[in-house]
């Protein structure tokens, strides 16, 4: 079977630090985007050795902040190859025109940094009613917002997508689910409480691989149930490469291995059309290009 693989959660960094200067959030850089940094023109030779034709590049907001100018630039270079995933203070009152604003550049997803390495903890921000504007104008567009959370902001986001119900979620690194207690309580796992909702999508990156060899859980064990709770059309696959070590190539073979146990509709679902629901940009079938699922 052939099909076209799309990375939703790949970071670009300049080393132009003039025309694009580093604002981390929480006020130090990541280590990551200090040591392997990646420009836009690295990462399209990075998809080309890899097989990934299009990427929603998702900004890197340890590096940059809310100043999504060098991930717009990227998609303005190569509209054929890449979209962008932009960062916005929402509690800002001004915070829908400059959505807006990102949008008229090539913005068609919103990422909210919630936790991470620069901001460690949970926040609760995004639930304060300041945000209520925001999330409001983006279920009315449609606009996918992309978490980057953990389980412990499970609840709060609960109660976001309860009072907008018709928002897209796109929960980065399966919101980092705690998988410590082992292959009999994956059922309880808070994760799985949000798959109710229809317009909650999971991004499966190697994090999650990463979590189940820590926690000693077979992938045959965890990965069908997730397509139980969610359906593969609800899950989309990104590296985030240069972010987590090992090169894109690398870190795409890891997933594909780790994924083998699902049928071949399933994978291309999660490496190629689950993404094309979140971002239809990404849909445009002329620059696709074929990669033969080994």
Same mark, same amino acid.
């Given at each position: 079977?052939?099909?076209?693989?799309?990375?939703?959660?790949?970071?670009?960094?300049?080393?132009?630090?003039?025309?694009?200067?580093?604002?981390?959030?929480?006020?130090?850089?990541?280590?990551?985007?200090?040591?392997?940094?990646?420009?836009?023109?690295?990462?399209?030779?990075?998809?080309?050795?890899?097989?990934?034709? =299009?990427?929603?590049?998702?900004?890197?907001?340890?590096?940059?902040?809310?100043?999504?100018?060098?991930?717009?630039?990227?998609?303005?270079?190569?509209?054929?190859?890449?979209?962008?995933?932009?960062?916005?203070?929402?509690?800002?009152?001004?915070?829908?025109?400059?959505?807006?604003?990102?949008?008229?550049?090539?913005?068609?997803?919103?990422?909210?940094?919630?936790?991470?390495?620069?901001?460690?903890?949970?926040?609760?921000?995004?639930?304060?009613?300041?945000?209520?504007?925001?999330?409001?104008?983006?279920?009315?567009?449609?606009?996918?917002?992309?978490?980057?959370?953990?389980?412990?902001?499970?609840?709060?986001?609960?109660?976001?997508?309860?009072?907008?119900?018709?928002?897209?979620?796109?929960?980065?690194?399966?919101?980092?689910?705690?998988?410590?207690?082992?292959?009999?309580?994956?059922?309880?796992?808070?994760?799985?409480?949000?798959?109710?909702?229809?317009?909650?999508?999971?991004?499966?990156?190697?994090?999650?691989?990463?979590?189940?060899?820590?926690?000693?859980?077979?992938?045959?064990?965890?990965?069908?149930?997730?397509?139980? =709770?969610?359906?593969?059309?609800?899950?989309?696959?990104?590296?985030?490469?240069?972010?987590?070590?090992?090169?894109? =190539?690398?870190?795409?073979? =890891?997933?594909?291995?780790?994924?083998?146990?699902?049928?071949?509709?399933?994978?291309?679902?999660?490496?190629?059309?689950?993404?094309?629901?979140?971002?239809?940009?990404?849909?445009?079938?002329?620059?696709?290009?074929?990669?033969?699922?080994?």
């Amino acid at each position: 079977m052939t099909y076209d693989t799309i990375d939703i959660h790949p970071h670009v960094i300049s080393t132009d630090t003039e025309r694009y200067p580093r604002a981390p959030l929480g006020g130090h850089q990541s280590t990551w985007s200090e040591e392997r940094p990646v420009s836009f023109e690295q990462l399209l030779k990075d998809m080309d050795e890899a097989g990934v034709s =299009k990427a929603a590049i998702v900004q890197a907001s340890t590096c940059y902040g809310h100043d999504n100018s060098y991930v717009i630039d990227a998609a303005a270079a190569h509209p054929d190859r890449f979209t962008a995933v932009c960062s916005v203070d929402v509690l800002a009152p001004d915070a829908n025109e400059r959505i807006e604003s990102w949008m008229r550049r090539g913005m068609s997803g919103l990422r909210l940094f919630t936790t991470g390495s620069t901001l460690p903890g949970q926040a609760t921000w995004f639930r304060d009613e300041r945000t209520y504007p925001t999330w409001k104008f983006a279920e009315e567009i449609g606009l996918p917002v992309c978490m980057q959370m953990t389980q412990d902001g499970i609840t709060d986001l609960r109660r976001v997508i309860e009072h907008f119900p018709n928002i897209r979620i796109v929960l980065d690194h399966l919101a980092r689910p705690v998988l410590d207690n082992g292959a009999p309580m994956l059922g309880a796992s808070a994760l799985f409480s949000l798959a109710e909702f229809s317009g909650v999508y999971l991004k499966l990156t190697v994090r999650a691989f990463e979590a189940l060899a820590k926690a000693g859980i077979p992938g045959t064990d965890f990965f069908p149930l997730l397509l139980e =709770k969610f359906g593969a059309g609800r899950i989309a696959w990104g590296s985030n490469h240069p972010a987590s070590a090992g090169g894109l =190539k690398a870190l795409k073979a =890891k997933a594909e291995i780790g994924l083998s146990m699902l049928s071949d509709h399933d994978r291309a679902s999660i490496f190629r059309r689950t993404a094309q629901t979140i971002y239809p940009v990404l849909a445009d079938a002329s620059a696709t290009r074929s990669v033969e699922n080994a």
